[in-house]
């Protein structure tokens, strides 16, 4: 059965789980999930999980993110970015001074009210449906981080290229919408290119036809998703038997407080532990049905 991780770069149209039916086929299994949803609109970085790997979408859908979106002035729209029902217009007078002057109050820890138009769910209904009915409800802020937030070039006198390096949660249509209204003159995202998620980058993703041309050549071991972790070998027959079975072990060397890649004695990746005072414990196992 395939197994791995596939980064993808996610075609323009195409919802993410638009991806994942296609990949399903390719590599002929059900087992497929993605970490971190793009919308149609987007394209990027969409890591992809298979069989066993599927284990590792949690941890893959917490990390930091990095986008470069297009912010349109001028405008504003029912979904905050270039494909909703036109709201409100204005003239545009702002400047790359006007536009960097004001990214210092949307970096670090802010508050975002999320759009009508998301999964999020109020009541156990979705916002996306509610705001389908022509409905608005209260949404609280929800606190999100901007990691880095900088202005890479004036396209023209209404669209500015943005670079958002982001926790998880943060809407980048929202974060235009907001910069819009700080400047007064409303704004949408126009465009929106992932380039990292879960420390995987534009460089090591492949596209959909790559993947139908090399099939599971193009899968990468899941432990790569950990690899900032370091690094634990088995060494001796007894510590592998209780990590196998879900018990703790003692490393019989000094080993650091950390998280740990740990291996069987024939180099297979087992888990993800935790090691905490001297005591290795797992947090993930990837091994077994």
């Not at 036109?86 to 990214?103: P, Q, R, W």
């Not at 009915?133 to 937030?149: A, C, D, F, N, S």
């Not at 993947?211 to 972790?229: W, Y």
Request: with cysteine.
């Amino acid at each position: 059965m395939a197994e791995g991780i596939v980064i993808i770069d996610k075609p323009a149209e195409w919802t993410s789980m638009d991806v994942c039916a296609k990949l399903r086929g390719i590599l002929k299994t059900k087992k497929v999930g993605h970490a971190g949803t793009l919308d149609p609109m987007a394209t990027g970085v969409l890591p992809v999980f298979v069989g066993q790997a599927t284990r590792g979408v949690s941890f893959a859908e917490s990390g930091e993110k990095e986008y470069v979106a297009t912010l349109r002035l001028g405008l504003t729209t029912d979904t905050q970015d270039s494909t909703g029902n036109l709201l409100t217009t204005a003239s545009v007078t702002a400047t790359a001074a006007d536009v960097m002057a004001v990214l210092p109050q949307f970096t670090g820890d802010i508050l975002q009210i999320p759009p009508m138009y998301s999964a999020i769910k109020i009541g156990g209904q979705k916002l996306y449906d509610l705001a389908r009915q022509g409905r608005e409800v209260e949404r609280k802020p929800r606190p999100v981080i901007i990691y880095q937030l900088e202005l890479l070039e004036q396209v023209n006198e209404a669209e500015f290229l943005l670079r958002v390096r982001c926790s998880k949660g943060t809407y980048i249509r929202t974060l235009c919408h907001d910069i819009g209204q700080a400047l007064g003159c409303g704004g949408v995202m126009s465009s929106l290119r992932r380039t990292m998620a879960a420390g995987f980058t534009l460089e090591e993703a492949v596209t959909i036809d790559e993947v139908q041309e090399k099939g599971e050549a193009v899968l990468r071991p899941v432990d790569t998703l950990f690899r900032h972790c370091g690094e634990y070998r088995i060494t001796h027959q007894r510590v592998e038997f209780l990590c196998r079975n879900g018990n703790p072990f003692t490393p019989r060397e000094k080993v650091e407080d950390g998280l740990y890649r740990v291996y069987g004695m024939d180099g297979t990746f087992l888990c993800l532990s935790r090691c905490e005072a001297g005591q290795m414990t797992s947090v993930k196992n990837f091994f077994g049905a």
